[in-house]
């Protein structure tokens, strides 16, 4: 009879029980990773002290500064990157035809080193878009980490006509909503907006900042700017 084999013939793998982990810790682990997938985001913010953790906070920084966002804005940022060695080429180049040896093309040696300048100035012009972004991220990380949680009732819903929106729609009026909630934070009011009322709102308050972030039935949705109070926009038609 082959080892770990019952006289039944059913394999017992009496190694693996003995070395391996029980089965009630398996079932405890698996409960243990169940229930924090159950739980909304502002649970999981609410279950930890501040500063709250990398694991925790790090998904969050690359949801409100994505990849997305940074190709996006690098690709706007490109032609910027060009200027430094456009300007050190303007420089260099009549430099080194005064300088150079005779006459004909530059001698092979000055326009490798010529070349390696360029593409070292290139990288240097993307040093200040590579700081924004880290910049950015940075902030957004304090604020996940740091910021305090705080309800937000809701307060009045303002309609209002947005005119740019308008231009894209031949002409139209685009009317949209504003629905207001208040917080208060140092003993002064201030206020965040969604699309809809009567929502269950916390904001992620930082004191260092103008924004934070927002849960909106315990999931944060996004970052956005703090008003200082209730300020209806100057295009708005009429309370809802």
């Not at 060695?85 to 080194?96: E, H, Q």
């Not at 100035?121 to 980490?145: A, E, I, Q």
């Amino acid at each position: 009879m082959p080892p770990g084999t019952a006289s039944g013939g059913t394999v017992v793998f009496g190694s693996y029980l003995q070395a391996g982990p029980s089965v009630s810790k398996v079932d405890e682990n698996m409960e243990d990773d169940l229930s924090c997938s159950k739980m909304t985001d502002l649970e999981r913010f609410q279950g930890e002290d501040k500063p709250r953790s990398k694991a925790l906070c790090e998904p969050f920084v690359r949801r409100f500064v994505p990849i997305s966002s940074i190709v996006v804005w690098g690709t706007v940022y490109f032609p910027v990157s060009l200027v430094p060695p456009i300007l050190v080429g303007s420089a260099l180049v009549p430099i080194l035809n005064a300088v150079r040896p005779g006459p004909g093309p530059l001698p092979p040696t000055w326009l490798l080193g010529l070349a390696l300048l360029f593409v070292f100035v290139y990288f240097v012009g993307w040093m200040p878009y590579v700081l924004w972004v880290k910049y950015r991220r940075s902030k957004r990380r304090r604020l996940l980490r740091e910021g305090e949680l705080i309800p937000a009732t809701f307060v009045k819903c303002v309609k209002y006509l947005d005119k740019e929106a308008g231009k894209f729609m031949d002409g139209k009026d685009v009317i949209c909503l504003n629905c207001y909630y208040r917080f208060i934070t140092d003993g002064k009011p201030r206020t965040t907006t969604f699309g809809e009322p009567n929502r269950s709102i916390v904001v992620l308050y930082h004191p260092s900042y103008r924004f934070g972030g927002v849960f909106v039935d315990g999931t944060l949705i996004y970052v956005k700017k703090w008003h200082s109070d209730v300020q209806p926009d100057p295009l708005s038609l009429w309370e809802a």
